[in-house]
């Protein structure tokens, strides 16, 4: 069969399977979804609207949450993603009132989206979602009654079932599955917010065990699993040093360590920079060993008269890891017009990472950035700052990393909340990252501040590509057009291609593989 027969194939099974074993469940649920879903915006290209969206609340986390997972067990005729988004569909209501998560599946390709409703009772929010025995598995909280778990039969059943037992009361939880164990960690008000775990084997709940070196709010956390039972619980000290700590467990979380300290803070010429819960952290395992990302600046003040106008002071994206200590990832460096004062809500100039480790070991990280001039006005007349979604990645285990690469570019228009699976199955220097985010068609966060307006907010996937293409124009006389052999090859990771035009005008330069079936364009600009 040809591709594009093969791909076909792919999107009828997909719709079938679904259709003949879940029609109940997909008729109820996604005619209660769609039926209030107001049209898309014109989307980009290589962009797909997941079907998930919110009437108004676009206000998600403070910090870094994982929003998509990838299918570990991914075969061409089985469904290769699951995301989620804290919807709200009824503005009458400003905070939780009438909040559900909602959750879609994609098609192995990830242009076939279906959505549907987790749970049909109100004040649901804050998910999370992660992997458990190779299904999906999500927790939501409620401010009554604090988080629950839920986990689908299968990758894809559309069948979600809450786990038996009742977790403790944890606010707004992280979790992850390692063996046939899922962790949950988060805090609580009855404890004065200092970090809290437990366990669920399958059959019941562990009794809460502290972490008394982690405290704060739900964006204090990141909780991921790693090969031969490894599992992370990571966290800031926000109540006391600002200092970050990591708990280790080898046991597929059973037990965990006492804690270290992983990070203390940056010293940026005459400043210091903490990490902060507003720019979020994230972590994901390449093999057994960990790799965290965290937002740092520092304290910034509100110097301005502007209530929700704040100034921060060389703001950036760091990397830390066991082997290679702590490595700058993205900030002022490597992002031109990076704005160091921004007037929103909860949010940092450059923050909300998210982290994944691909197949061969590359390291790919996305973030939400606030550019100089990005601004969008709002319904009370405020000049609000509009983010973009960035995303960068390393060869070397993060030692280093690449060039910072802007994959929304829609001034004016706000996208903030990237995603990436923990894990993706595979990745080349020529495959396109599948990035998944918030699309707010107002910016500032209405439910922080009703006054800003209301708006759609959707669920976007992007296949970006992120990888870097150096061009280096060099004058000269061209006779005529020229395409030379690239010098070294075979290569890696990188080869120089040199090529001539005798005229200036509009010029591609693509990549073929052996059956010509093309792989990527590297040009695709105005030349001279």
């Known amino acids: 069969k040809s591709e594009s027969d093969f791909q076909n194939q792919i999107k009828l099974e997909f719709k079938m399977k679904h259709i003949l074993q879940f029609i109940a469940i997909f008729y109820f649920h996604n005619t209660f979804l769609m039926a209030q879903a107001p049209p898309p915006p014109p989307l980009q290209t290589e962009e797909v609207w997941t079907g998930l969206y919110s009437l108004s609340c676009d206000y998600q986390t403070s910090g870094s949450l994982r929003y998509i997972v990838e299918n570990p067990d991914f075969t061409p005729f089985r469904s290769n993603y699951c995301a989620v988004i804290m919807g709200q569909h009824d503005s009458s209501s400003v905070y939780d009132a009438s909040r559900y998560i909602y959750y879609s599946y994609s098609n192995a390709t990830g242009d076939l989206w279906e959505p549907d409703v987790l749970n049909s009772g109100l004040s649901w929010g804050y998910p999370d979602i992660s992997i458990h ?65 437990t366990v669920y084997n399958g ?52 037990t965990f360590d006492n804690g270290s ?25 390449r093999g057994s060993e960990p790799h965290l990302v965290f937002t740092v600046y520092k304290i910034p003040s509100n110097v301005f008269p502007g209530q929700y106008t704040t100034e921060f002071i060389k703001p950036k994206i760091l990397h830390w890891s066991p082997s290679t200590g702590v490595t700058p990832v993205a900030g002022n460096f490597n992002i031109m017009n990076l704005a160091n004062t921004i007037t929103t809500v909860a949010m940092a100039p450059v923050g909300q990472p998210s982290l994944s ?26 000049v609000l700052n509009a983010g973009e979604i960035f995303a960068i990645y390393s060869e070397n285990n993060g030692v280093t990393w690449g060039n910072a690469n802007n994959i929304t570019g829609t001034p004016g228009i706000e996208e903030k909340h990237s995603s990436l699976a923990n894990h993706v199955t595979s990745m080349s220097f020529y495959d396109k990252v599948k990035i998944y985010y918030l699309r707010d068609m107002k ?46 090859n075979p290569f890696n990771p990188s080869t120089t291609i040199k090529f001539d035009i005798p005229k200036s005008e509009f010029t591609t330069l693509s990549v073929y593989d052996i059956n010509g079936r093309e792989i990527t364009t590297l040009v695709n600009q105005e030349m001279t």
């Not at 197949?359 to 550019?371: E, K, P, Q, R």
Request: glycine share 12%; proline share 5%; with cysteine.
């Open 133 to 197: 025995n190779g299904n999906p598995v999500i927790s939501a909280y409620r401010s009554d009654s604090g988080t629950r778990i839920f986990e689908d039969i299968t990758f894809p059943a559309y069948a979600f079932i809450q786990l038996p037992g009742i977790p403790p009361l944890i606010n707004m939880s992280h979790l992850t599955g390692a063996g046939n164990n899922i962790i949950l960690a988060g805090t609580s008000s009855i404890n004065n917010f200092t970090g809290q775990y």
């Open 203 to 254: 059959t019941n709940w562990s009794p809460l065990i502290s972490l008394p070196l982690i405290s704060g709010s739900s964006g204090n956390f990141s909780v991921e699993s790693g090969t031969n039972g490894t599992v992370g619980i990571f966290g800031i000290n926000n109540t006391g040093d600002r200092y970050i700590y990591f708990y280790k467990s080898k046991d597929n979380g059973l």
């Open 261 to 285: 300290l992983i990070f203390k803070y940056d010293i940026d010429g005459t400043d210091t920079l903490f990490a902060n819960t507003t720019g979020g952290l994230q972590a994901s395992f």
């Open 357 to 382: 480790v691909s197949a061969n070991g590359l390291l790919i990280c996305s973030f939400t950035v606030f550019l100089q001039g990005n601004t969008q006005v709002v319904d009370d007349g405020s």
């Open 443 to 488: 910016a500032g966060g209405w439910v922080n501040v009703p006054s800003f307006g209301k708006a759609p907010v959707y669920g976007i996937m992007k296949q970006a590509r992120i990888f870097s293409i150096g061009i280096n124009q060099i004058s000269s006389n061209a006779a005529s057009f020229k395409l030379s052999q690239n010098y070294p």
